[in-house]
């Protein structure tokens, strides 16, 4: 079925398509009588009339949409709860968010001049053209980085940083021995090596071995297994620096699996606080993110950005160590 359009409307009605534009986009004032009105709504909608979102984006100069491009990563509770906010912050300004999963080739030029956004929200730096056309169209650009980042309008999460925080927790419980477990996803590399070269720089500074690196699959048996290759190493491995929460929760249960105990044979750390982590047995030790700040702070740029403010302030207290009985 073809779509319908105002030209539909104004035979429906018989008035000019001009007429119905004033109507359904209530301009014209005393010139069109109520009656006319009233006929133009009523054949709207027998029709099913739906006015296009470009059409009226163009009309007005700008549309209320900001697009939020997300990489190739899984969706799990952090970015779920991440774009939740994202979507509630800018709901209360007004603004629509509409979010673009960045797989397969298709250009993202082909998106944004379709849908005319007033921002486009980046968790990944933009490549240069992208970012360099998008301004170049009046498109508001705010972006994110995974490391620290001095870009104007760009924040930063350092992901080393919350590597080397979960290492010094661990030397503060008296750990000299640690591994580093990895998620077998290849989309989250970009987290996961950022949180390992922090485990590693913490290792060295701290005077410990060079960490064990292992890929754990969420896997009872898989897990089992590289906790026996950790603990049958020269130097047993007493305590694991997880990549989030779900490889945690991993280890946790190939520790069990082999017969030890946690945390008095090894100690586990995990990021992200998910539910989970505190119904855990024992409840996980974890690095829990702001991100709820960080959304607050993404939709502020946003405006700012819109409005032609100055930057507003980062926050402060992006992660810190909640301590549970895995450590």
Request: aromatic fraction near 4%; glycine fraction near 6%.
């Amino acid at each position: 079925m073809s779509r319908v359009t105002s030209a539909d409307v104004a035979r429906e009605s018989g008035v000019s398509r001009t007429t119905v534009s004033y109507v359904l986009n209530d301009k014209g004032g005393d010139a069109i009588p109520e009656s006319t009105r009233q006929r133009v709504r009523e054949a709207a909608a027998r029709l099913g009339y739906t006015p296009s979102a470009a059409a009226r984006a163009l009309r007005r100069g700008r549309s209320d949409l900001v697009l939020c491009v997300l990489p190739d990563w899984p969706i799990g509770p952090v970015i779920d709860f991440l774009l939740d906010q994202l979507t509630v912050e800018l709901a209360g300004r007004g603004l629509s968010l509409l979010v673009h999963h960045a797989r397969g080739p298709r250009p993202l030029a082909d998106l944004w001049r379709a849908v005319t956004p007033r921002a486009v929200l980046g968790l990944l730096p933009f490549a240069p053209e992208d970012e360099r056309a998008m301004r170049q169209a009046g498109i508001q650009v705010v972006g994110s980085a995974l490391d620290e980042n001095n870009d104007p309008g760009t924040f930063s999460v350092p992901q080393i940083a919350i590597g080397r925080l979960q290492v010094e927790h661990l030397v503060s419980r008296g750990h000299r021995v640690v591994a580093y477990a990895a998620p077998d996803d290849t989309r989250l590399a970009a987290f996961a090596d950022r949180r390992a070269a922090g485990v590693s720089s913490a290792c060295d500074e701290l005077g410990l071995p060079a960490p064990a690196v292992a890929t754990v699959r969420l896997d009872v048996d898989a897990a089992a297994e590289v906790v026996r290759a950790w603990r049958s190493a020269p130097e047993p491995v007493t305590a694991v620096a997880a990549y989030n929460d779900e490889v945690a929760l991993a280890v946790l249960a190939g520790v069990r699996a082999e017969g030890l105990r946690v945390p008095e044979d090894v100690a586990v750390i995990g990021v992200d606080d998910v539910p989970a982590a505190r119904l855990a047995s024992p409840a996980l030790t974890t690095v829990w993110q702001a991100i709820d700040a960080q959304a607050t702070y993404l939709a502020a740029s946003v405006m700012a950005a819109l409005d032609g403010t100055d930057e507003p302030p980062r926050p402060d207290d992006v992660f810190h160590v909640v301590v549970r009985s895995s450590t």
